[in-house]
């Protein structure tokens, strides 16, 4: 079995910085992806950001500029280094892997680390 675990979260005044981490772990034999979803209560879940095998990122245009996704792959490891934190960052960051193991290529989900962005 795959699992993600995350790290990093907390509460942060508007303008401050955090930097989420999430490491995977289990019998993996290769990544497809990894990235961070956020979900804001009564929202739906969003994708913040993800990184390809190949290095290619995405973020939502929302946190372009202050959003920055970076990988380790010998960690197996994701950060999600945050900027310019805004009260509207306030959610729950799930960090996410598209990843094939034995039983075949499947997504994968961390438990969640809140981030809460407030004065």
């Known amino acids: 079995q795959v699992q993600l675990v995350e790290s990093g979260g907390g509460l942060v005044q508007p303008g401050g910085s955090l930097r989420l981490s999430c490491a995977a772990s289990?019998?993996?034999?290769?990544?497809?992806?990894m990235g961070w979803y956020r979900q804001a209560p009564g929202k739906q879940r969003e994708l913040v950001a993800d990184i390809t095998s190949g290095g290619s990122t995405n973020y939502v245009d929302s946190v372009k500029g202050r959003f920055t996704i970076s990988n380790d792959n010998a960690k197996r490891t994701v950060y999600l280094q945050m900027n310019s934190l805004k009260p509207e960052d306030t959610a729950v960051y799930y960090c996410h892997a598209d990843a094939l193991t034995i039983c075949g290529r499947s997504d994968y989900w961390g438990q969640g680390t809140q981030v809460t962005v407030s004065s």
């Open positions: 289990g019998s993996i034999f290769r990544f497809y992806a």
